[in-house]
């Protein structure tokens, strides 16, 4: 199992950046992606962003696409979601996931393929 540990998240104004983290622990080995979701109130989750197991494949969801960039740092055995010029209907509760497997494109965008989600970190963004 891997366990998912998300932070970062804090109140921000309209327009502001902001970077979260997630750190993997347990069993690491093999290979896993990482997804960044997010869940607004009263709303379905939602992939934001992932990225495969080597950082060689990204996917981004149209939502985002353009204003977030998501990286991993393997000796770190972490992830990173950078969010620049931040909106309203960007507050969401964010949770990382990873899924084992060396895969890419499309296929990481498959919500119920992750297995190990954190516990999430609040991000609000005021007007």
Not at 23 to 34: D, L, Y
Not at 79 to 92: C, G, H, R, V, Y
Not at 93 to 118: D, E, H, I, N
Request: with cysteine; charged share 20%.
């Amino acid at each position: 199992q891997i366990q998912m540990v998300e932070s970062g998240g804090r109140l921000v104004q309209t327009g502001d950046s902001l970077r979260l983290s997630c750190v993997a622990s347990g069993r690491t080995s093999p290979s896993f992606a990482v997804g960044w979701f997010r869940q607004a109130p009263g709303k379905e989750r939602e992939l934001g962003a992932a990225i495969s197991w080597n950082g060689g494949s990204t996917y981004y969801s149209d939502s985002v696409k353009g204003r977030v960039t998501i990286s991993r740092d393997n000796s770190k055995n972490t992830a990173f979601l950078q969010m620049n010029s931040l909106k309203p209907e960007d507050t969401a509760v964010y949770s990382c996931a990873a899924k084992y497997g060396r895969a890419s494109g499309q296929p990481m965008a498959v919500k119920k393929s992750y297995a190990y989600w954190g516990q999430g970190t609040q991000v609000t963004v005021s007007s």
